[in-house]
């Protein structure tokens, strides 16, 4: 149950270390956030959901985690073709808004989703925008270092020069020399000194939406120098983690390394952590390729790829059982069966609330808890953790049943521990009961027609009301003693 036992897979190693924070008792992660020109689909949202995920674990192990993911509302992003765009500035144009305007609009989404998600909020959420001094000041570090050079309003970084003294692809494992293969035709090709030198600055475009004043005239910061001014200012020039969806690994990350041993002299973080992506068919769910749909699309049914709405406890659920570094596919038939067990956790949940205890436990509580912990310090294997959890459920509904006994004393531990990793950690939001005060005259109201409905053999009515609770993560069940909710 110490701390001392998580250990992480580190992507910079390519191998599961044991963590041990460079200060005691202190964990500072950056996670690359989302670039808000649109709204995000629910694939960045696994991203942000795992980390989410990892936060708060951090968090019962009590460390006092500062956790920064920034916002991406300037720069130009490298699309999947290998083209340098500026999707914001684009986004504006077609929406005839300005490019924070456009930006606003989406966080504000975006901060809703985080709720209905029910993610804890980072410690903070800087923007790449508030912190173009910055930049600047890192671009001219590296330039003083002999790492980057300045070409007609541009500056590139000096890929060659860098790897005389460092060594570039130490994360991705790329070689520069084979680099020109699979990297296409960039936009000012001709600028640079070498196909794999990359953008710190931008000369302004005549259609630049955003342009900023620099020492090398008016223009905007390239995409990777925002996270090295934003980590290193909130976290220091070293800090714990640095996380991210797996395709920001290369350039992206590849890139903000060199940004910082070029200029700091060393690397950002002591480890790497890349979560996997969420598929379609085998295929990463993405704009580009056109195959996303959109988080709030599952919740209200609106997307004809599932058969009926499901709820975010039920959604977030089932992102936890694939563990972070796994791909993910999900489909309607995955989620209907994470329904079920989700709302069967749900009810053991409450029976735990009631049971009747003895003099002996028929179980070995301790070793039930200890597991939860050693799943979540397998590098936050979360899926193992839901498997001994259900471990739990089948002895809480043993003991229920008469089949099984427990102390008083094992079942206040097993009572606490079962909400810190149900709630705490898998972040799952209490179902309310029969007995939930506030909800209760809305759910008479609501299972009186219900019953109204099924004395008048109006199935499709009933069944619809049913289906619509269900949904809201409300179950209601039909007893020999009448109708009850949990
Ligand atoms: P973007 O807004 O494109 O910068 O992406 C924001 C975050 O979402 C990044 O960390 C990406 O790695 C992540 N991401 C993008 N597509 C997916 C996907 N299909 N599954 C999981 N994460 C994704
Ligand atoms: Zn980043």
């Known amino acids: 149950m110490s701390k001392q036992q998580l250990s992480i897979y580190n992507s910079l190693s390519g191998q599961k270390e044991v963590f041990v924070p460079i200060n005691e008792g202190k964990v500072g992660m950056y996670v690359c956030g989302p670039t808000l020109y649109s709204e995000p689909h629910m694939g960045n949202m696994r991203t942000f959901i795992n980390f989410d995920l990892i936060y708060r674990y951090l968090l019962v192990l009590g460390y006092n985690v500062k956790y920064v993911r920034n916002i991406t509302d300037a720069g130009h992003i490298t699309n999947s073709a290998g083209d340098e765009v500026d999707s914001i500035g684009k986004a504006a144009r077609q929406e005839q808004m300005q490019s924070l305007e456009i930006v606003y609009k989406y966080n504000v989404i975006f901060q809703d989703l985080q709720r209905t998600y029910n993610m804890l909020p980072p410690s903070i959420e800087p923007t790449a925008t508030g912190h173009i001094q910055e930049q600047i000041e890192i671009i001219e570090k590296i ?174 659920f089932a992102m936890m059982q694939a563990q972070y570094r796994s791909t993910m596919d999900m489909t309607n038939d995955a989620l209907k069966a994470t329904e079920k067990g989700y709302l069967k956790l749900m009810e053991a949940m409450n029976l735990m609330e009631k049971l009747k205890t003895s003099d002996a436990s028929s179980s070995n509580v301790t070793a039930l808890v200890d597991s939860f912990y050693a799943a979540m310090n397998d590098d936050f294997n979360a899926p193992t953790l839901i498997a001994n959890l259900f471990e739990a459920v089948r002895y809480i509904n043993s003991v229920n049943d008469g089949k099984a006994t427990i102390t008083a004393d094992d079942l206040t531990l097993l009572q606490r521990e079962m909400n810190v990793f149900v709630f705490d950690v898998l972040g799952m939001v209490p179902v309310a009961s029969s007995n939930n005060n506030q909800l209760k005259p809305v759910m008479d109201l609501v299972l009186d027609l219900r019953q109204e409905a099924r004395e008048k053999k109006d199935w499709s009515t009933s069944d619809k009301i049913r289906d619509g609770l269900a949904a809201a993560g409300i179950v209601v069940k039909d007893t020999k003693d009448g109708t009850t909710w949990s």
Request: net charge negative.
């Open 143 to 316: 330039i003083e270092n002999g790492f980057a050079y300045v070409v007609n309003g541009s500056v590139y970084f000096d890929v060659k020069a860098y790897s005389e003294k460092h060594q570039y692809g130490i994360l991705s494992g790329r070689k520069i020399d084979e680099l020109a293969e699979e990297t296409r035709e960039l936009n000012a090709q001709d600028e640079k000194r070498f196909f794999a030198d990359f953008a710190l600055w931008k000369k302004a475009n005549p259609d630049d939406m955003q342009i900023w004043r620099s020492p090398w005239g008016d223009g905007n910061p390239g995409w990777h120098i925002e996270c090295t001014a934003m980590s290193t200012k909130y976290l220091g020039n070293h800090f714990d983690i640095h996380g991210g969806g797996m395709d920001l690994k290369f350039p992206h990350h590849e890139d903000e390394i060199a940004q910082n041993c070029g200029s700091l002299g060393c690397s950002p973080a002591k480890y790497w952590m890349h979560a996997n992506m969420l598929n379609v068919n085998g295929q990463k769910m993405s704009k580009s390729f056109g195959n996303y749909f959109l988080p709030m699309e599952i919740v209200n049914g609106s997307t004809e790829l599932f058969e009926k709405p499901f709820s975010p406890n039920v959604i977030r």
